[in-house]
């Protein structure tokens, strides 16, 4: 297949195709053994030899998803320097490399895709595509339902270290349990801890964040710590939404098909 280098690089999970660019500008990137810097330089991705920084890189044969409910006191990372636990541990020992689609903080709990399709990543992360992410927020204290608060994280609050706006797609009441406060926010883009920073600007307590869902896709029985794969369906309509067909490479292998039979 002829691909444009940078595509080929997202979809191998070298890093986004902006990220992939800027590798390639400054002349990290190799094609048979010649440096390329060309943002226009296609490659055969069967034949060619693509090395990042010295390493071979080739996208993969067969792409797997999962969808994890990540407790608090995991990192969304590959690896850590500091020893933590990472949310590749809550997978099985010899699962394939995948990555997470985006993040959820450290004290942030819910639902993350992990992936090694590269494509999908970047449709589900890349702003433009303002795809919609849920969040439970448990705020300390009574909230009542008509708060001005609530008007004010759609209308966009200014982070005060980057002057960048934060807004919320959606953010309302949920339910209170008397001493704490549940609202509802969605987000279609996201900024470091952005609800956390919002919810701090208008005089609310975070205690509790969780990520509920991802477009259609959402962690219903799927405990705590543990995972499932995204079945057939679930891909296809991820891809469906942003009008794109879904790799051949996406189809399940009959394993992963039973174990989800298994869990249902």
Known sequence: MIERLQKFLSRAGVASRRKSEKLIAEGMVSVNGVVVTEMGTKVDTENDRVEVEGSIVSAPK????????????????????????????????????????????????????????????????????????????????????????FKLLREGIEDPETKKMMRAKSAHFFKS?????????????????QIRRMCEGVGWEVQRLRRIAIADITMKGVAAGKFRNLEEHEVRGLYEAFGKKTPVEAEQSKRAKKRNERKK
């Not at 406060?181 to 883009?189: A, G, K, N, R």
């Open 177 to 193: 349990t008397g001493q704490n406060t549940w609202i509802e926010i969605i987000l279609t883009s996201g900024q470091n801890r």
């Open 62 to 149: 067969k792409l797997i998803y999962f969808l994890v409910n990540k407790p608090r006191g995991y990192i969304c990372t590959l690896d850590d320097p500091q020893d933590r636990k990472i949310i590749t541990d809550l997978l099985p020992k010899k699962t394939p490399r995948v990555w997470p689609v985006g993040r959820l903080d450290w004290d942030s709990e819910g639902l993350i895709v992990l992936t090694n399709d590269g494509e999908l990543t970047n449709l589900l992360t890349h702003p433009k595509f303002e795809v919609a992410k849920l969040y439970a927020v448990k705020i300390k204290g009574k909230v009542e339902k008509g708060d001005p608060a």
